[in-house]
């Protein structure tokens, strides 16, 4: 009971058509985490999620939510657990509000936490109307909604921005933001856009294929992020040459001469060297590889975006 | 269960299920008026014996078969609701026991079910009564017209709940329901143990009360098993 972990998972696999399309996975989210869980499209993510909420039955392994075992204390757990699960669900011929009730009767809670959770994603004025008129931003904010009605210790949502044009996509990030952390809720949140939860996760997990390649702080994760020096010169191919000719690692990356990260006095030399043979240096800057970047080498997939 | 069935209740709001509550026994009982009307001078005299009893035994037959369709129409409208926009996967993921949820199903579809029995029941009186038969009818007979088809019927809101709650794609179960409504106009061409005979309670001990029990048994034992199935299946 005692466990430190909300979501402790242990050798979670789920076998669909024959393969695993989550494979051994360990994921461990500690109370009061915004845990970022990441992954290209088709890695796993979803089946992951349904499986910690019971909508689905693991192939092999364990899964304890709030320290107690899914299988038999479902109804304890999803009590305290909010959830979003890929697209909205809803009831499209009720007002947002009725949805909010037909909800609340299950979750036998006061009437008042349908307004309370109404005026935080700001659907208040929104509510009476019929939910299939709502905007796809409406609709995820009434689903984030939902998974609040219950005041739950562990909030759980899949791609919550999904389809959502930037505008919306700020909006989400900003309302998940502002939910109340003084009370402790842990957030666990997927996406594929690793931009999307950088900016307020504390650790993430990355999975791929169905493995969790990477589990670690956000702030380790950034430190695999290598940083390098771009340069900007007059005749950057020659630079090049002439910098090799003097046994210095450069490259050029769309009209700039690129190198890993050096010391001062290697920048030092160089520049000293380019301004000898009469190239001009227009600017020099350090590039930090992007989180993006690494996140794309780590799964492997090129443009998923 | 209770807190399941009034969330269930609530989900039921305009979707027009109200009105085809109303509509099979508007149209069973409203076609037998027509029938009434234009062959009135015919058909008084043949009935005479027992006109109440003529009346009944007449709105029955069409009602059975708005009974077969219109339990299909309701049971998948009940599940669409879910399937709909997905919202299976939220409802399951609250903290409410499958075996509940799918029960509530069953429960509002066999409701309003009975509430067109009950309707039935209102509207058969009132054209008796407009028809100028005498003021006391015979309520038993009445009643046992109505109610004891609900029972018999069972196998049938079960089947139906099973199909309309595991199948995503409504068709199937309208399908379904679609050619058990054209079996069972030809039921009184079956033999006993086929369950589209039982709502018209003919068996070959001549005792209605067989087809009842042998429709609420098979009923619970076709419902048992969507239940099981139902617990055990991913959500998609
Ligand atoms: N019923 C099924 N049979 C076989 N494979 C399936 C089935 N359902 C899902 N999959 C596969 O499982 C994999 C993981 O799907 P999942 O929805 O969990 O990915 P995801 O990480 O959520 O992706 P996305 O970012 O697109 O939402 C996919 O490759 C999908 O093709
Ligand atoms: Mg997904």
Redesign the interface.
Not at chain 1, 105 to 108: G, K, S, T
Not at chain 2, 84 to 97: G, H, S
């Given at each position: 009971m005692n466990s430190p972990w909300m979501i402790e998972t242990k050798q979670l696999t789920k076998m669909l058509g024959g393969k695993p399309v989550v494979d051994r996975v360990d994921m461990l989210i500690q109370k009061g985490e915004i845990y970022g869980f990441l992954g290209p499209n088709g890695a796993g993510k979803t089946t992951t999620i349904?499986m910690l909420?019971?909508?689905?039955?693991p192939s092999s392994g364990h899964i304890r939510l709030l320290g107690k075992d899914i299988r038999r204390e479902r109804?304890?757990i999803?009590?305290k657990?909010g959830?979003l699960?890929?697209?909205?669900?809803?009831?499209?011929?009720?007002s947002g509000y009725?949805n909010l009730?037909?909800?609340r009767?299950?979750?036998?809670i006061p009437k008042s936490r349908i307004d309370e959770v109404l005026a935080i994603v700001r659907l208040t004025k929104d509510a009476k109307r019929p939910v299939k008129g709502y905007s796809l931003g409406m609709k995820q904010r009434l689903g984030i909604a939902?998974a609040l009605l219950?005041s739950p210790e562990l909030l759980i949502l899949d791609e919550p921005t999904n389809g959502l044009d930037p505008a919306g996509i700020l909006e989400i990030r900003e309302l998940i933001k502002s939910l109340p952390r003084s009370q402790g809720v842990t957030i666990l949140i997927s996406s594929h856009l690793l931009s999307e939860v950088d900016q307020m996760a504390t650790r993430v997990g990355i999975i791929s294929s169905g493995r969790m390649i990477f589990q670690d702080s956000i702030a380790r994760l950034r430190k695999q992020a290598k940083s390098g020096i771009r340069m900007r010169v007059s005749e950057p191919e020659q630079a090049m040459r002439l910098l090799h000719g003097h046994g210095f690692q450069a490259a050029v990356e769309s009209e700039l001469l690129a190198f890993d990260d050096l010391p001062d006095a290697q920048i030092g030399a160089m520049v000293a060297r380019l301004s000898e043979h009469g190239h001009l240096i227009y600017r020099i800057e350090e590039s930090a590889a992007s989180l993006e970047r690494i996140f794309l080498d780590m799964t492997g997939t090129e443009g998923s975006l | 269960m209770l807190?399941?069935l009034?969330?269930e209740w609530?989900?039921i709001?305009?979707?027009g299920i109200w009105f085809l509550v109303m509509l099979g026994p508007l149209g069973a009982v409203g076609l037998q008026g027509l029938n009434y009307a234009i062959r009135y001078d015919y058909l008084m005299p043949l009935y005479a014996d027992d006109p109440w009893g003529r009346l009944i035994t007449n709105v029955t037959m069409l009602m059975l078969p708005s009974m077969f369709i219109g339990l299909a129409i309701l049971a998948s409208m009940n599940a669409g609701?879910e399937h709909?926009?997905?919202?299976?996967?939220?409802?399951?993921?609250?903290?409410?026991?499958r075996r509940d949820v799918f029960l509530a199903k069953f429960f509002i579809t066999s409701l309003l079910l009975l509430v067109s029995s009950t309707l039935i029941i209102a509207f058969t009186l009132m054209l008796g009564w407009l028809l100028g038969l005498e003021m006391n009818p015979p309520v038993v007979q009445l009643l046992q017209a109505s109610y004891y088809p609900y029972l018999a019927i069972m196998p049938f809101v079960a089947l139906q709940t099973n199909l309309s709650v595991l199948i995503h794609n409504q068709a199937v179960p309208l399908t379904v329901g679609i050619l058990g409504t054209v079996i069972s106009m030809f039921a009184l061409w079956l033999p006993d143990w086929m369950p589209w005979i039982w709502p018209y309670l003919e068996n070959s001990y001549g005792e209605p009360l067989y087809s009842v029990l042998a429709g609420v048994g098979t009923g619970a034992v076709i419902l048992l098993i969507g239940m099981l199935v139902f617990n055990?299946k991913?959500?998609r």
């Open positions: 349904r909420l019971g909508l689905a039955r109804l304890d999803l009590r657990v959830s699960v890929e697209y909205p669900s809803y009831y499209g011929h009720l009725e009730e037909a909800v009767r299950l979750l036998d939902t219950g | 807190r399941v009034s969330a609530l989900k709001r305009r979707k609701i709909q926009m997905n919202a299976w996967k939220q409802t399951l993921a609250l903290p409410v026991k055990r991913d959500v």
